[in-house]
């Protein structure tokens, strides 16, 4: 590893060709995970052989590069990322970086793993969380995950919430399933003091459901929550791809993120790097650079830099998510837990 500390580096902001600054990496540390979500991936799904992932210290060094060059903000990722062993100690490490280059260290997890945790992140300077909940009911959460975990998840989020840290709520809205439960989910979520984001379900991967059955777009959301209560559009900004708005009744906050009825790239500041060390520009194209490679060469800093570089020239204008008509092939082959949710 011969990448130097972001200190002493002189390096050029990143700027793709559209004139997008970025600031925002999403790094994935694994992309195993302790649920299987039947919109995410398959109930046999092929994890990677752990000679293929990033060690921890190649995920550190790669983010002071990033650092370097202009990223304020990281979110760990997964798969789930507190899965995955001494996770803990790239933590602590890249929590050092906050106020020195950093503006902030957060991640997103299932929350199974977050009651052993959440100590340690607030700790550890993480200030925030955002933890994927799609349904509060123990027979649709087992059905929608394959796994009984959800008294598992319920206390990690109370033992975040004891810890300090700020917690949002992440939830895939899905025809059929947690549709009806949507509005009492965001209630609980802001009588809880959390703000909550629905997204809409992203044809990543090969599933065994066909995803055209569950997707519901979230404009009939908005519609079906604005009969129920009176929601103010928001300036509110996370650096992420969600609009906000304000719900007078309930006092909280409701993000949503819209892939597929209204295209959010116009401001896109982010970059994703898988747990292999692939960087790709955009979630929804196939555009990649290897970082691996770069980080295992002989003339690392080189490039390295120069793949961020290329990364910055292929960053496309936005990404073409589509849903797909039935028995279709996903519109992005690999499954989010590769890419880092």
Excluded at 154 to 164: R, T, V
Excluded at 316 to 322: A, D, I
Aim: aromatic share 4%; charged share 25%; proline share 4%.
């Amino acid at each position: 590893m011969k990448l130097r500390h972001h200190k002493t580096m002189n390096a050029i902001p990143l700027v793709d060709s559209l004139q997008r600054r970025i600031t925002y990496l999403r790094l994935s540390v694994t992309d195993r995970c302790d649920l299987r979500c039947t919109y995410c991936m398959p109930e046999a799904m092929q994890f990677l052989p752990k000679k293929d992932v990033l060690s921890l210290e190649e995920l550190h060094q790669l983010s002071l590069a990033f650092i370097a060059r202009g990223v304020r903000k990281i979110r760990l990722t997964g798969g789930e990322p507190l899965v995955r062993r001494d996770m803990m100690d790239l933590v602590r490490a890249l929590g050092r970086e906050v106020g020195n280059g950093l503006d902030e260290l957060t991640l997103t997890t299932n929350g199974t793993q977050l009651a052993q945790y959440a100590d340690i992140l607030a700790a550890s300077g993480v200030r925030r969380v955002n933890v994927s909940l799609d349904t509060r009911d123990p027979a649709l959460f087992s059905r929608l995950t394959r796994r009984n975990r959800l008294a598992n998840v319920l206390e990690g989020i109370e033992a975040a919430k004891a810890a300090g840290l700020h917690i949002k709520l992440n939830t895939v809205a899905l025809k059929g399933l947690n549709e009806a439960e949507i509005p009492d989910l965001v209630a609980w979520a802001h009588g809880q003091g959390f703000d909550i984001t629905l997204i809409e379900v992203m044809p990543l991967g090969e599933v065994e459901d066909d995803r055209v059955d569950h997707y519901l777009p979230l404009s009939a959301v908005q519609d079906a929550m604005q009969r129920r209560w009176t929601l103010r559009s928001s300036s509110h900004s996370t650096g992420g791809p969600a609009r906000y708005f304000e719900i007078e009744e309930t006092g909280g906050r409701l993000g949503l993120i819209t892939p597929l009825t209204n295209n959010f790239c116009a401001g896109c500041n982010r970059l994703r790097v898988t747990a292999t060390g692939q960087l790709y520009p955009c979630l929804g194209g196939a555009e990649r650079v290897d970082l691996r490679a770069a980080l295992r060469s002989s003339n690392t800093e080189v490039e390295f830099q120069a793949a961020l570089d290329e990364a910055m020239r292929i960053k496309p204008e936005r990404h073409h998510f589509r849903i797909e008509a039935r028995d279709a092939q996903p519109a992005v082959p690999r499954h989010m837990s590769m890419t880092g949710g």
